[in-house]
């Protein structure tokens, strides 16, 4: 008599949590668009210093989204009397997750061996980042 009690009692219980869990509302979240982040994230880059055969680029990134970013990929493009003279992809904030708000400075030279450098003027842009999602 006791066993059919508690198998009833416990079908009852698990009908009504069956029916708790069934009734839950689910939000579905959306992942964020790398697009939208990438133009919110901001890079500046100068000639920091120009030697004869070398010179050295500085800038920073700039984090306006409201999300944190990672993994930061730049394409640097070094201009030479109206042309091209070299360009190159960086990865920047590699390991450090650069959160809203905050700015990364960054400087990298170039050593070009005997090869003169004409004087040369440096251009960014963001290529790639990774977005760590809020949960």
């Known amino acids: 008599m006791y066993f ?3 198998i009833k009692l ?19 979240v959306e992942p964020v668009k790398q697009e939208q982040v990438k133009g919110k994230v901001t890079i500046k880059s100068e000639v920091g210093h120009q030697d004869e ?10 984090n306006t989204s409201e999300y944190s970013v990672t993994a930061i990929e730049s394409k640097v493009v070094l201009m030479g009397e109206g042309q091209v003279f070299d360009s190159r992809i960086l990865t920047l904030s590699q390991g450090k997750v650069l959160r809203p708000g905050e700015t990364l400075t960054f400087d990298s030279t170039f050593d070009y061996g005997s090869r003169e450098v004409p004087l040369i003027d440096a251009e960014a842009e963001i290529v790639n980042l990774q977005v760590i999602q809020n949960k």
């Open 4 to 6: 059919w009690k508690a």
């Open 10 to 28: 416990s079908l009852i219980l698990g009908l009504y949590l069956l029916i708790q869990g069934c009734s839950q509302e689910t939000s579905i």
């Open 53 to 62: 055969n070398w010179l050295r680029v500085t800038g920073s990134v700039k």
